[in-house]
Structure formats: C-alpha cells, structure tokens
C-alpha cells in the first residue's frame, strides 16, 4: 500500500503564494506520474496539474502561468508552487499517484484563500 502525504496548506490572502507538497512512501522507478486535484466545498473534484515520471507537466487552464508542479525524484515527492492566488480556489487539495499502475490518493490538505 503506496502512502501520499500532503503538506503546505493553509490560510492566505487573496494574491498571495503557496506551495504544496506530497511525498510518496514508493520509490520514484515504480511512480509514474504525480499529480494534483482539488475539490471545493459542494464541487466536483478537478485536475489541477500533473508530472509524468519522464517530467512532462500538463495543467488545468484556469492555472496556467500562475502554477508550477515539480517533482524531486530522490525523495518522490512532488510540489505546486501557487501565485496569485484567489478565493475561488479555495478547496481541499488532493495528491494523486499512479505507481505500477494503481492509482493512489492523498488526504488532502486545505487550502483557503480570503478576498
């Protein structure tokens, strides 16, 4: 059982910065992709960003040029740095791991984000 730890949530104002991180208790050779989501009180959950082991990113496009998803291989752990933040992404944000083709999840980690 593959274990996703998030961390760096937390209250910010409007326009401000955060970064997430997730560590993965598999080694880096067995993940092969990484990746972020987020669900907001009463919505459906939604794809964010992702990492594909090789380093190919993709990104929602409401995220484009205000977030980076990263990933250090030596400790399996993956990032989101987030600028600009705005209240309407304030939701619970979730990591997602697919290691040796099973799909992991995190328990998320709150982020809110006042006006």
């Known amino acids: 059982q593959v274990q996703l730890v998030e961390s760096g949530g937390r209250l910010v104002q409007a326009g401000e910065s955060l970064r997430l991180s997730c560590a993965a208790s598999?080694?880096?050779?067995?993940?092969?992709?990484m990746g972020w989501y987020r669900q907001a009180s009463g919505k459906q959950r939604e794809a964010v960003a992702s990492?594909?082991?090789?380093?190919?990113?993709t990104y929602a496009d409401s995220v484009k040029g205000r977030f980076t998803i990263s990933r250090d291989n030596a400790k399996n752990t993956v990032y989101l740095q987030m600028n600009s933040l705005k209240p309407e992404e304030t939701a619970t944000y979730y990591c997602?791991?697919?290691?040796?083709?099973?799909?992991?999840w995190g328990r998320g980690t709150q982020v809110t984000v006042s006006s």
């Open positions: 990492i594909m082991s090789g380093g190919y990113k």
């Open positions: 997602n791991a697919d290691v040796g083709g099973w799909n992991y």
């Open positions: 598999a080694s880096a050779h067995e993940t092969n992709a």
